[in-house]
């Protein structure tokens, strides 16, 4: 079956304060997000007709914008008002929503003191980001060429678009090579995450996890963090060298899209899904739908 196109739908979108059609929701050639990355965005979903920790994704929304030098037009209560409205204009109580602001097409250059800052919200019913049957085989990785850049280089802690561009590189040539995703070593040479997942190791019963000093400290990872120690589980959170891969008897990604994926093979390495991850699997279900 072919894929509709994301820009060929039927559907509302909130842009800049209006619910428009979904085929209408168009920015200019010129904008300066799309020249020089400035744009920022989160991922959410809504489950039985609540939006998972919503406020959390929007703050970190409005953090985002702010690492990279632009406020936000709406406070923090108006967007979360706006994504109500845009699954309710969608007759949406199950799916996953895109924010995404970004810098317009004001003037062209890397100064862009001028630009309309814009926002937009986008909802649709969207299933988790592996199937069913990856997710119960477990998921492939392939180690990735490009590296998570140094936090002085780089606003690692910004959920920015510019930031993904070697997350596409490294998923593509994964897939190419058989593997779902890419795992990725940050600059230093430590595993740093996936491609838009965080990553957990357990090993010897304790639950092993990269220290995000890097990148992205993901809302889901920091969710399971908590249902971890919840269950009694030790948490680690630390820099983990590629060659410690060896002693992980379980591996799973988390993240918005993901939500808790096993890991079955990593390179050479391969895992089973066991206990350790089936319970929190099954907690993280049942705080979902809380």
């Known amino acids: 079956m072919a894929t509709i196109p994301f820009d060929d739908r039927d559907g ?46 929007v703050e970190r929304l409005i953090k985002s914008a702010q690492i990279l030098g632009y406020e936000l037009p709406y406070s923090c209560d108006e967007i979360m008002e706006a994504t109500l409205k845009e699954f309710e204009a969608n007759n949406l109580t199950e799916g996953y929503v895109r924010h995404v602001a970004w810098r317009g097409a004001d003037e062209m250059g890397l100064g862009a003191r001028n630009t309309k800052i814009h926002l937009a919200i986008a909802a649709w019913d969207w299933p988790s980001y592996f199937t069913e049957e990856e997710k119960m085989k477990g998921i492939s990785l392939s180690t990735a060429d490009w590296k998570r850049p140094d936090p002085a280089t780089a606003p690692c802690h910004a959920k920015a678009a510019g930031l993904y561009m070697i997350c596409t590189i490294s998923k593509h040539k994964a897939m190419d090579k058989g593997y779902a995703d890419a795992l990725m070593i940050d600059f230093q040479g430590y595993i740093a995450e996936c491609t838009a997942a965080n990553l957990f190791f357990v090993m010897n019963g304790e639950l092993h996890t990269p220290d995000p000093y890097c990148f992205l400290d993901g809302i889901t990872r920091q969710t399971v963090i908590e249902l971890a120690e919840r269950r009694g589980y030790k948490v680690v959170v630390r820099k983990i060298k590629p060659e410690e891969i060896v002693n992980a008897q379980e591996v799973f990604v988390t993240g918005t899209a993901a939500e808790i994926t096993p890991v079955s093979k990593i390179d050479d390495h391969t895992f089973t899904t066991g206990e350790v991850t089936k319970a929190l699997m099954k907690d993280y279900a049942m705080e979902i739908r809380k």
């Open 12 to 57: 509302k979108i909130w842009y800049d304060g209006k619910l428009v059609e979904w085929r209408d929701a168009n920015i200019h050639l010129l904008s300066h997000s799309l020249h020089y990355g400035s744009a920022v965005f989160e991922g959410t979903r809504m489950y039985d007709g609540k939006v998972f920790k919503l406020k959390e994704h």
